[in-house]
């Protein structure tokens, strides 16, 4: 039913590309906005940990009617459609998308694959009155869809480079970029590492006269405890949002991992799923499995199966040479059939150049028993993976 839904949407839509800006969207949804008066309007933005701290911030509100928005989905569709009552079903999902096509068509309205299923999650979110919205960035924030809702509140885990061709190549170019997110009435909850950052987004909500907490002086992690980190923002968020006090010394991260980051899964030996999809994350997923409960002396992982979105050749060069200096264990690039997916032969190439080994099939070295595999890399990859090799 997913692959009918995708094929559907692909031919009325297109393929998802990065497509940035807002007129297309706004015509959309401005007649949806007065369903909105009464909505807690909750913008999550950053390079990495978006859709980590979302869910997070959607179980703090399971006792609030909340809708959540995440981009972009992995296996299934309704993996963007998220409320207190967990996933939108498929047949709810199927009869919206038909009905907000539907509408396009009367309205003439032109939108992008991304915007016409943030169209039908706005529709399905304003016909249940929610007490909260979140709204997860697809790329950036200026641009994004979802700055068409003026934020109450902005959460911004991270900062690092990435889609430098849209959001620029100097980290505060990027993080205006995700400022452009701010209202005079927001609050901003972020964790900037960077002293200068820090400077930049005072004097941007000095600017505006939003206001700020800087989670980075209440609390510090250690730079690959990233879970953790963005756990405690949802957190913080999650309390300010109820205004209730909360003591930052007296919080304990719930060592649970969500789907596809951290995820596990048991018969066949031990698999496990992290993805990190861009130089940042990667470099903090290598730090993260070397540190704590995670050291070793000798490597943890029968095979570290990777494979990569599409990005920079200089991207792809860095990422290949941390996994190959990783000493996580056997590494195995390999690619997979999806529009994001780097091409075989460029892929081939450039892990060819690195000394590492390319497995077309890596069939053969999933199906192993006993096998501890790491999977990493694109998110996308992951959502393969798992359906290629079934959820155990």
């Given amino acids: 039913m997913h692959q009918n839904l995708l094929d559907w949407l692909i031919s009325h839509y297109g393929q998802e590309k990065m497509k940035p800006g807002l007129e297309r969207i706004k015509s959309a949804i401005v007649p949806l906005m007065p369903f909105f008066e009464k909505t807690k309007i909750i913008t999550i933005a950053g390079t990495n940990g978006k859709g980590e701290t979302s869910l997070w911030l959607s179980r703090y509100l399971k006792n609030h009617t909340h809708c959540t928005w995440i981009s972009p989905h992995i296996e299934r569709i309704n993996e963007r459609f998220v409320s207190q009552n967990g996933e939108i079903e498929t047949s709810v999902l199927t009869a919206l998308m038909t009905e907000c096509h539907e509408k396009v068509l009367e309205h003439k309205y032109e939108l992008s694959f991304y915007e016409f299923l943030f169209f039908v999650f706005c529709t399905w979110a304003s016909r249940q009155a929610p007490q909260y919205l979140l709204l997860e960035v697809g790329l950036g924030g200026r641009l994004d869809a979802v700055n068409v809702f003026d934020a109450d509140y902005l959460l911004l885990p991270s900062i690092s480079r990435d889609h430098q061709e849209f959001l620029g190549h100097r980290y505060d170019q990027i993080l205006l970029e995700k400022l452009a997110l701010l209202r005079p009435k927001t609050l901003l909850l972020s964790y900037l590492s960077l002293d200068y950052l820090r400077e930049k987004a005072a004097a941007e909500v000095s600017r505006l006269k ?5 989670l980075e002086e209440l609390k510090r992690f250690q730079d690959f405890d990233f879970s953790a980190r963005n756990q405690f923002l949802a957190y913080a968020a999650y309390r300010n949002i109820q205004d209730l006090p909360f003591e930052s010394e007296k919080w304990h991260p719930v060592r649970e991992f969500l789907e596809h980051r951290g995820e596990v899964w048991g018969d066949n030996g031990e698999w496990i799923f992290f993805g990190s999809h861009n130089p940042d994350g990667l470099r903090k997923l ?24 599409k990005r ?26 999806h529009p994001k997916s780097v091409s075989l032969k460029v892929i081939e190439s450039l892990a060819s150049q690195e000394g590492l080994e390319f497995v077309k099939d890596i069939g053969p070295i999933v199906q192993k028993n006993n096998h501890r595999l790491l999977v990493a890399g694109s998110y996308y990859f992951i959502g393969h993976f798992q359906e290629r090799f079934g959820r155990r």
């Fill in 286 to 309: 290598i730090q993260f499995l070397h540190s704590g409960n995670y050291n070793f002396t000798r490597p943890p992982f029968d095979a570290v199966i990777i494979a990569f979105s």
């Fill in 210 to 214: 939003a206001q700020w907490i800087d």
């Fill in 312 to 337: 920079s050749e200089k991207d792809l060069r860095v990422m290949l040479k941390m996994v190959r200096e990783s000493g996580l264990g056997k590494i195995v690039i390999t690619s997979f059939d």
